[in-house]
């Protein structure tokens, strides 16, 4: 099954806590990005990734931080989560800029 | 700065019906428009595209329509079913350029009743 996978689904923590997510893509994409979805479903993205090389780095906290060992991987970690963190994290992927997203299910975070 | 403006905010319509959702953009290097729809508890997923080439996109009950001189586009939905119920996103990106951030607009809710 080709796909953008999440783990986990569902992460609850409390604040200054650190986290991490994780995205894997087997549609064989070039770039990948985190979009952040809120309780009014606003998108927001985060970062993007091209073949590994950052090209999209929005005002995002300094807290958060992406990592990629591959162009089929990219991950997300939090550093200290702040209550305002509380949201569904969204990996996707595309063939090439400016193509069609590949979504995967999400992570909700729950920050208490 | 919103690039990407989505009208109305919620709309509900009987099943039957034609529901327009419109859509507007800022930036003239934005040349790929796709529409994603979101149900409850899911991730958006595409439903239609189109690139400023065309003025229509057909897909069965699903059409969007473009005016690039007014930079504004519209999805219609025709015959309108229960099913059709989710959040539509109206989205849009350069193929070229450096901005490479596909950017969506707040949504539009569709109700569609029975």
């Known amino acids: 099954e080709t796909a953008v996978f999440q783990t986990p689904n569902y992460h609850v923590t409390q604040v200054g806590n650190e986290v991490s997510f994780n995205c894997k893509q087997t549609?064989?994409?070039?770039?990948m990005y985190w979009y952040k979805q809120d309780s009014k479903k606003l998108l927001k993205i985060m970062f993007s990734?091209?073949?590994?090389?950052?090209?999209v780095n929005e005002t995002v906290p300094r807290r958060f931080s992406p990592q990629s060992s591959d162009k089929a991987h990219l991950n997300l970690r939090i550093k200290s989560v702040e209550p305002e963190d509380s949201a569904v994290y969204l990996c996707?992927?595309?063939?090439?800029?400016?193509?069609?997203?590949?979504f995967g299910a999400g992570t909700r975070l729950s920050v208490l | 700065q919103q690039q990407v403006r989505q009208s109305p905010q919620s709309l509900t319509v009987w099943e039957g019906e034609t529901a327009i959702l419109n859509c507007s953009y800022e930036?003239?290097?934005?040349?790929?428009f796709p529409w994603y729809w979101q149900f409850p508890r899911e991730s958006p997923a595409l439903l239609i595209a189109?690139?400023?080439?065309?003025n229509k996109k057909e897909d069965g009950r699903f059409t969007i329509f473009f005016n690039k001189r007014e930079k504004k586009l519209s999805l219609h939905i025709t015959d309108s079913q229960p099913g059709d119920s989710a959040t539509y996103f109206c989205?849009?990106?350069?193929?070229?350029?450096?901005?490479?951030?596909?950017?969506f607009g707040k949504g539009t809710s569709l109700v569609v009743h029975p």
């Open positions: 996707a992927s595309s063939p090439d800029w400016g193509d069609t997203l590949y």
């Open positions: 549609l064989g994409h070039d770039t």
């Open positions: 990734y091209n073949n590994k090389q950052l090209i």
């Open positions: 930036d003239s290097t934005f040349d790929y």
């Open positions: 189109i690139r400023p080439v065309s």
């Open positions: 989205a849009a990106s350069p193929t070229s350029g450096g901005n490479y951030k596909p950017t």
